[in-house]
């Protein structure tokens, strides 16, 4: 009866193997991410593992007392269907680890399925003749497994627990008072931030079905950069980058309200709230400052911001984190495991639309958040220096083209989501017209990174057209977009040398001190500058 016990236990964790890795993997990076831990994917994992364990013991138990052989038979052989759930979720869990698509890759995917179809032949030859060798062999495997369960349980706990602790003390930092506005200085900067935007696509080589006329506008009257790069690939290091003025070449999350960004040399490594930056700077110098973001839990990390919003996923493993109670969380995940095995049947389309829905659903949750703190910030006359950092044309497509309206549908595409950006931007200079805040304001607007297809190609939400357009260019093109209007700028130069955007923030505070304000005087600061590499972060060079 023990042993009906370990082995149900054993086979209900590792069923769901797959979820466990997920809310896991949530928890060791995606507390960053969030508005707050989910906790309720946790405690459903937990509460369906000994659900599941309670129902196939007490399954095994009635089975003990049939005699019947044809029940006895049915029984062996749910058991053996059951076990695929398990070996499914284990192979695609090895799927992801890089040893094992190399072990793949020796051998060929023909071999896998050879082996797969001869160990099924067995076990059904072994049921046919009503013996129970595989029986025997996976119950001895599941035993032998089991102390996973102590394990997976014993991180569950101890999650659960170092949250609880540490959540509280992830507050966000207090905002700075505001300063007096200075009367006789009149300089405002809004930084605009489009995420992924493309400078090929959206200038170079754009689409004829796309229409970016505010782009085009904006770069008739600014000083538009034509080989700008910028520091990083990923949001993650390239808008603390950005903001520092420090290239870092990768990040980690550290915790709920810390990154670690591994700078240039990847031995140094430095937490990002105690770096200073280009908000702490304009702050010396008399400025207030605002910010309005996505991804980086900016509020938590950043000080000397006298104005903060960040949308933050406040999801994860389902998607729906916050949303569902623990009993509904239940249900998702049990509701997972089957489309995660059984791939290409109908149920699996459905199920991927769904889960396209539900990220285009969020993604445009946050760029409507982040809009609307911005619509405020840009018209805020206190304000010296606005960060703005939209979550497009990032993909997942939010909006139809063609027909000009947000919508959730697959074919939606990063296209649409360039369309959506120059849209935003026509609305922020709208809101900026009215409030006579336009001609004067220094605008800068470009992005942390280009369009990176090879990331999201074979994603969920990759889709046919994207394809096509990524085989019609050719090479990756590392450029990103860089349009600085000035003051009262009416007309366009062009500037054609090559620069990591990583300056901006000195650019930023050169603009802010008064030092440039004619585009001459920008493109002779930019050549000055341009070659100046920033491994290193020194507080004196930007005093
Ligand atoms: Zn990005």
Redesign the pocket.
Known sequence: MFKDFIVALSLANLTFITIWEEVFIDFYEGTYFVDFPDYNSLKAVMFNVLLLTLILWGAMRLLRKSTSPVVQLAARALFLLLLIIPLSGAASLLYSKFWAISLLNLFGKGCLVALGVTLGALALYDLACARRYTIRVATVVLVLLSPFVVIQFGKAAWFWYEHTETVALAKDKPLAPTLPTKDNVKLRIVWVVF??LDYRLAFIKRPSSLRLPEFDRLRAQSIDASQAFSPGD??LY??PSLITGVVAKAASAHSRDELLLFLRDKEKTVRWSTLPNVFTFARKAGFNTGLAGW?HPYCRIIRDLTACSTQLRHWSANGLNGRLTVVETMLEQASELLPRTVPFVDQQIEYKNHKIRLEKQRHLELHLGVANAAQELIVDRSLGLVLIHYPVP?PPGIYDRRQDKFTFEPAANYLDNLQLADRTLGKLRHVMEEAKLWDDTIVLVT???PWRAEFFRGKLHWTPEEEDLVSHISAPDRRVPYLLKLAGQKQLYSYRQEFNTVITQELLLALLRGELTHPESVVRWLDQHRATTHDNFSTERLQ
């Open positions: 995420d992924e990923f949001t390239s808008m991804f990032h992005t942390d990174h």
